[in-house]
T-cell receptor
Framework: AQSVTQLGSHVSVSEGALVLLRCNYSSSVPPYLFWYVQYPNQGLQLLLKYTTGATLVKGINGFEAEFKKSETSFHLTKPSAHMSDAAEYFCAVGNPPDDYKLSFGAGTTVTVRA | EAGVTQFPSHSVIEKGQTVTLRCDPISGHDNLYWYRRVMGKEIKFLLHFVKESKQDESGMPNNRFLAERTGGTYSTLKVQPAELEDSGVYFC?????????FGPGTRLTVL
C-alpha cells in the first residue's frame, strides 16, 4: 500500500521568492516519485520524476525535487517564482513494474503575488 | 505527436441517466489508465488496461461503472445509472513504460 501527503492545500508566494511544496509518501517498496502540474483548463503535465539514481532531480520550468529516503520526502522547489507558476501541483507515487497505478496527494494550489 | 485526448470535455446529466466518456491514448501506448477526482479530494485510480485486457480494476467504485478497450486502442468509461456522487473530473492517462501522460479530463456533473 502506498499513500502521499502534501502539506498545505494553498501556498501564496511573491514573484521572485522561493517556491517550496512539501510531499511525504509511504511505500512498502522503493517508490517511483512524480510531480505533476495542472494549469487552469489543462490536463496534468509531468514536471519531474525520480526512479533510481541521483536523488536530486531537475524538471521543466526551473523546478527540482530531492528524494530523501530517510525522511520519506520528495519536496518540490523553485528558487524564484514567476507569475506563470500559478497552478495546482500534485505529488504522486508509483511502484512499477509490479504496480503501475499512481497514488496522488490532495494537491497544492500555488498563487503568485506581483 | 498528438497527446491523450478525452471527449467530451464537459458533461451535465441528471441522476439516473447514462454517460459514456471516451479516451484516445497516445498511439502505441499499451497502458491506459482511468482516474477520477471528486471535488475537494485527491485524484484516485480507477483501472488500468494493458492493450485490451483489464490489468487492475481495483479502484472501480461499483458495478455502475463499466470500462472497455476494444481492440486495444481507445477506451470508454460508462456510468449507468449515474448518481450525484459520481460528479467529478475523470482523467485518462496512457504510457509506454512508467511515465504516464494525462489527458485534459472530462468534467462530469450529475444533477
Amino acid at each position: 500500500a502506498q499513500s502521499v501527503t502534501q502539506l498545505g492545500s494553498h501556498v501564496s508566494v511573491s514573484e521572485g521568492a522561493l517556491v517550496l511544496l512539501r510531499c511525504n509518501y509511504s511505500s512498502s517498496v522503493p517508490p517511483y516519485l512524480f510531480w505533476y502540474v495542472q494549469y487552469p483548463n489543462q490536463g496534468l503535465q509531468l514536471l519531474l520524476k525520480y526512479t533510481t539514481g541521483a536523488t536530486l532531480v531537475k524538471g521543466i520550468n526551473g523546478f527540482e525535487a530531492e528524494f530523501k529516503k530517510s525522511e520519506t520526502s520528495f519536496h518540490l522547489t523553485k528558487p524564484s517564482a514567476h507569475m506563470s507558476d500559478a497552478a495546482e501541483y500534485f505529488c504522486a507515487v508509483g511502484n512499477p513494474p509490479d504496480d503501475y497505478k499512481l497514488s496522488f496527494g490532495a494537491g497544492t494550489t500555488v498563487t503568485v503575488r506581483a | 505527436e498528438a497527446g491523450v485526448t478525452q471527449f467530451p470535455s464537459h458533461s451535465v446529466i441528471e441522476k439516473g441517466q447514462t454517460v459514456t466518456l471516451r479516451c484516445d491514448p497516445i498511439s502505441g501506448h499499451d497502458n491506459l489508465y482511468w482516474y477520477r477526482r471528486v471535488m475537494g479530494k485527491e485524484i484516485k485510480f480507477l483501472l488500468h488496461f494493458v492493450k485490451e485486457s483489464k490489468q487492475d480494476e481495483s479502484g472501480m467504485p461499483n458495478n455502475r461503472f463499466l470500462a472497455e478497450r476494444t481492440g486495444g486502442t481507445y477506451s470508454t468509461l460508462k456510468v449507468q445509472p449515474a448518481e450525484l456522487e459520481d460528479s467529478g473530473v475523470y482523467f485518462c492517462a496512457s504510457s509506454h513504460s512508467h511515465e504516464q501522460f494525462f489527458g485534459p479530463g472530462t468534467r462530469l456533473t450529475v444533477l
